[in-house]
């Protein structure tokens, strides 16, 4: 991952990926809703220009997001850190609409060689996927990610409304690290990564789970500044 960004490539997230490796399908199964990545994922579709390219960043297995934006004829890349999950995205949303790389956000750059160099988008989708990641590696993600979008493009971002930084949590039967920010905090962050937020919205969810506790979820619809 580029040092421009100050985003450290170097750490070891295996033990993220391999929790979600083993949740595999149990993750819609305890997630069936998604009211508010559905909401989101459309209000994305609907103000992306026709026919785009977008970057979706922890597409886990395709659903509901990667599918909402190739149904709307839009090209998507979608990245993951586990293998299991994109196994399902792939027969989830098949070729050519969609393409799934196995790569860590802190591998992806506009372009060099290797399958980290993705290019730029119009727009990206990043739903919970920050969360995954330590607070201090989440404003120099920000950056990377408005360095992989056109100007003017898209985000659509995501994160659970919580004061956390690198906490470990049960999680369907496994144990992963989250962060989280309360609204005010995540406003500003996203605001000193470089983007103007358009919309927010934010919805109370109780997964079907019982070891997955209530959230709230938070939607942030963002232009690049």
Known sequence: MSEEYGVR????RTGQAEAFDAIGAAYDIAFPHKEGQLAAGKRLVAELPAGS????????TGLPTARQLTDAGHTVLGVDL???????????????????????????????EG???VG??????????????????????????RS???????????????????????????????????????????????????????????PASTDAPPEHQLFLHCRRG
Do not use: K, W
């Open 148 to 206: 992989l979008l056109r100007p003017g493009g898209l985000l659509a971002l995501s994160m659970v409304e919580a004061d956390l930084d690198d906490a470990a949590i049960p999680f369907l039967g496994h144990v992963i690290r989250v962060s989280g920010y309360l609204r005010d905090e995540l406003r500003q962050v996203v605001r000193d990564a470089g983007f103007d937020i358009a919309h927010e919205e934010s919805y109370a969810y109780a």
């Open 115 to 117: 399958p980290g160099t």
């Open 53 to 60: 390219r977008v970057l979706d960043v922890g597409c886990g």
């Open 82 to 112: 586990s293998a299991g999950m994109l196994d399902l995205a792939r027969g989830n949303v098949p070729p050519p609409a969609a393409e799934f790389r196995r790569l860590d956000l802190a591998d992806l750059r506009i372009d060099g």
């Open 120 to 145: 730029q988008f119009d727009g990206i989708a990043c739903f919970f996927a920050l969360l995954m990641l330590p607070r201090e590696e989440i404003p120099s993600a920000l950056r990377l990610l």
């Open 9 to 12: 490539g170097g750490r070891d």
